[in-house]
């Protein structure tokens, strides 16, 4: 046996398809075991077929009742919102002013953004989630904060720094060309350095002139394998203020379009107030939808419509934007979209919430095989899930009669406490205390 070979024991579940196009799209093992190799997934399947394989002397981890799954995937928050999480307002453009905008100022302090970099990448670690699509502020040094932390724990995490030229105080304002150029140079020092990945990041379309966006959309073709990053139609008053500062564009998303910024790893915060058309042109392109229910709950914003968008086949995920979102947990997060899909006329099984968090956030990342199931050669990203976590949780999936109705329990009851450890390239980068 070498060192590097690791096993971990009991129930496991990850899937290999869309649960609401497909009859056999989970891999469920009530006693399962996970073998980790070099950081990678070597093989996942039934204990009694696998530990047969495994080497003499093998030590197998047993999280025996407690469930195994791929990390959490989180497609859109924000870092430096972290201290202003729960903050009172009317709306969206109000709480950029009167929150957003002077928290973030806060970051041309180097120390400041590790500080926060630090608590934050711990507070996803604790909720079990592994990877995370992460806007930074308009500050370079808040990127560099944020990857070292990253790096420092060997997470895959993508990030960006904001691009905002226009429309915001001037401390936190860039320039077209500073922009492009403070962007470029971060791609280069950190795009594929370890599991670190970049996102082009215009904050959204009215903080950005045309020309910044121009410039944005030159990186994303200069730089095809990096990701795109911004917000879309979130809010109505947003989107009557874009159609006053586009006037040429037929939607919003189309002012993104119209700069070359549609295309395979654009990922597209909210996604509320679309047409026909525009969800069409998503699909099209492959860019991707951030379901954002718990900060669209909080700031008024609108319900997603979860039957439109799988009808025109767009790529979805779930996100929990903090700080708009307020709460860091998927479970939370799962909890308030099945009931925004309730008030939208629809439904969302317990295997769709879980399968968006995984590995449809993955599908929507392009990173499918790399991160987001249990494939062989993956990176073992997992985590442990207590179903026992709580009493009211310990009682009530005692009672579950089926995969189903653990999940959903998980997910309406669950938060951070059901997270019991969680691991980042087979290393365990948190365990949760007991008392």
């Known amino acids: 046996m070498t060192s590097n070979l690791q096993a971990y024991r009991g129930s496991l579940l990850h899937f290999l398809a869309d649960p609401a196009f497909n009859d056999n799209a989970h891999d469920w093992h009530e006693d399962g075991l996970l073998i980790i190799e070099d950081g990678k997934v070597k093989a996942a399947g039934d204990y009694t077929a696998l530990h047969a394989t495994l080497p003499p002397g093998a030590v197998v981890h047993d999280y025996s009742g407690k469930l195994l799954m791929p990390g959490f995937i989180d497609t859109h928050l924000h870092y430096p919102q972290t201290d202003m999480i729960a903050s009172p307002s009317e709306g969206l453009l109000p709480w950029l002013e009167t929150y957003t905008f002077p928290s973030e100022r806060q970051f041309e302090d180097s120390g400041y953004a590790a500080n926060v970099a630090d608590f934050f990448l711990d507070e996803l670690l604790r909720c079990g989630t592994t990877t995370a699509m992460v806007y930074?502020?308009?500050?370079?040094?808040?990127?560099?904060?944020?990857?070292?932390?990253?790096?420092?724990?060997?997470?895959?995490?993508?990030?960006?720094?904001?691009?905002?030229?226009?429309?915001?105080?001037?401390?936190?304002?860039?320039?077209?060309?500073?922009s492009a150029r403070d962007t470029e140079a971060l791609i280069q020092r950190w795009h594929k350095r370890g599991r670190s990945l970049y996102a082009i990041t215009p904050r959204f379309a009215p903080t950005s002139t045309e020309e910044q966006l121009r410039l944005a959309g030159e990186l994303a073709r200069a730089y095809p394998d990096t990701f795109i990053q911004t917000h879309v139609s979130e809010n109505e008053a947003?989107?009557?203020?874009?159609?006053?500062?586009?006037?040429?564009?037929?939607?919003?998303?189309?002012?993104?379009?119209?700069?070359?910024?549609?295309?395979?790893?654009?990922?597209?915060?909210?996604?509320?107030?679309?047409?026909?058309?525009?969800?069409?042109?998503?699909?099209?392109?492959?860019?991707?939808?951030?379901?954002?229910?718990?900060?669209?709950?909080?700031?008024?914003?609108?319900?997603?419509?979860f039957e439109r968008a799988d009808e025109a086949g767009v790529l979805l995920s779930l996100a929990?934007?903090?700080?708009?979102?307020?709460?860091?947990?998927?479970?939370?997060?799962?909890?308030?979209?099945?009931?925004?899909?309730?008030?939208?006329?629809?439904?969302?099984?317990?295997?769709?919430?879980?399968?968006?968090?995984?590995?449809?956030?993955?599908?929507?990342?392009?990173?499918?095989g790399t991160i987001g199931n249990f494939a062989q050669g993956a990176e073992a990203d997992f985590i442990v899930i207590d179903p026992q976590a709580t009493p009211l949780l310990q009682r009530r999936t005692a009672r579950s009669g089926s995969l189903e109705e653990l999940l959903f329990a998980l997910a309406l009851l669950g938060d951070d406490r059901a997270i019991a450890a969680t691991y980042a390239a087979g290393q365990q980068v948190h365990v949760r205390e007991t008392t």
């Open 238 to 305: 947003e989107c009557a203020w874009v159609r006053e500062l586009f006037p040429k564009s037929r939607s919003y998303i189309d002012v993104y379009d119209s700069y070359g910024m549609m295309r395979p790893r654009a990922m597209y915060g909210h996604c509320i107030w679309l047409d026909e058309r525009d969800r069409q042109r998503m699909a099209e392109t492959q860019s991707a939808a951030a379901i954002c229910p718990t900060s669209n709950l909080f700031l008024g914003s609108g319900l997603f419509d």
């Open 320 to 368: 929990t934007d903090v700080g708009g979102g307020t709460s860091f947990s998927m479970l939370q997060t799962m909890n308030e979209a099945y009931k925004v899909a309730r008030l939208k006329g629809s439904y969302l099984p317990a295997l769709r919430m879980f399968y968006l968090a995984t590995l449809g956030a993955a599908r929507s990342m392009q990173l499918e």
């Open 136 to 178: 930074c502020t308009v500050h370079p040094q808040s990127v560099d904060a944020f990857f070292a932390a990253s790096e420092q724990r060997g997470l895959r995490m993508v990030a960006g720094k904001v691009m905002m030229d226009r429309n915001c105080p001037d401390f936190l304002r860039d320039t077209a060309e500073s």
